[in-house]
């Protein structure tokens, strides 16, 4: 089966400008999470869908961060305006469920650096 | 205190030798834990996945569990070159997302 894809694979913008990152999860996939990895960390959860719903955006800084998952499949992630510490790596990874069970299965990310 | 807790290293072991990879945690509700492994430039890929307490193998790889420490171990065996990545340890409580520790750098050297 193809895995979670994404793009683009690097952005470099400078502070104050916008970006948006893209994400394609794995067919059939409902539910589809989007984590920042700050250099040296582990994923952050930012949000998390089911389907077209949001199930969790608490950690989602809602002032310069928005995600839209338009009829339950792709998913776009946008910073407007972009902040030096945005600097990270932006990982979607999907699963079939909300269930602790179900694995979660991450894209290559999309690694982002603020000028 | 962090949540999750891993010793970030790097470690670094001959080819051949047995690896262990720790995890402690402060929440004791959590009860799914799963191991993952990224390499350079890479998103995690699952490798273990364990419910509650006790050990679970997987040919050269056994993850363990420790509820009643708070610690979580993930042994490799006969460790290869191609093991060389961040291990990144991963645990939730029932209805909750996963909490990600920071990650542990092996470089396993031919």
């Known amino acids: 089966e193809a895995g979670v894809a994404q793009s683009p694979r690097y952005k470099i913008i400078e502070k104050r400008q916008s970006v948006a990152f893209w994400c394609n999860p794995i067919?059939?996939?409902?539910?589809l999470y989007w984590y920042q990895q700050i250099l040296g960390q582990g994923p952050k959860l930012l949000i998390q869908f089911q389907n077209n719903g949001v199930v969790d955006d608490s950690q989602l800084p809602k002032d310069r961060f928005s995600a839209e998952r338009l009829k339950g499949v792709d998913s776009t992630l946008k910073i407007q305006p972009a902040k030096l510490e945005d600097s990270a790596v932006y990982l979607c990874?999907?699963?079939?469920?909300?269930?602790?069970?179900?694995?979660?299965?991450f894209g290559d990310g999309t690694r982002l650096s603020i000028l | 205190q962090k949540e999750v807790e891993q010793d970030p290293g790097p470690l670094s072991v001959p080819e051949g030798a047995i690896v262990s990879l720790n995890c402690t945690y402060s929440?004791?509700?959590?009860?799914?834990f799963m191991w993952y492994r990224q390499y350079s430039r890479k998103g995690p890929e699952l490798l273990m996945y364990t419910y509650s307490s006790g050990n679970k193998e997987d040919g050269r790889f056994t993850a363990q569990v420790d509820k009643s420490s708070k610690y979580i171990s993930l042994f490799i065996r006969d460790s290869q070159p191609s093991d060389s990545a961040t291990y990144l340890c991963a645990m939730s409580a029932s209805g909750q997302n996963f909490v990600f520790g920071p990650g542990t750098r092996l470089s396993v050297l031919p």
């Open positions: 990874a999907s699963s079939l469920g909300t269930r602790e069970s179900q694995p979660q299965h």
């Open positions: 067919s059939g996939h409902a539910t």
């Open positions: 929440n004791s509700a959590f009860q799914y």
